[in-house]
């Protein structure tokens, strides 16, 4: 099972499928540290199998998991206070 260590734009394509926004452009607030930025800035790990996990660049924290199976996607939103589009 392979990690591969991307930056937060990797992460456009697996959360298309469950965003109708480009989730990129989005700004998040981090449950851990408090940073703010575009999700974009954010550092991407692609677990193959697995799924997505998005984490702020600033503590490591999980902000966004995302997995897939044959019944639709889980996404885990806990390490964020918010995400917006706005």
Known sequence: MGEFRLDGNA???PLREVFSF?????????VGCGRT???GAAMVYEVRQLGTIVRCPSCDNPLIR??????????????TRYLTTG
């Open 11 to 13: 992460a456009a394509g």
């Open 37 to 39: 930025d575009r999700l």
């Open 66 to 79: 995302l997995a897939h199976n044959r019944e639709g996607y889980l996404v885990d939103l806990r390490g």
């Open 22 to 30: 480009e989730v990129t452009t989005a700004q998040y607030s981090c």
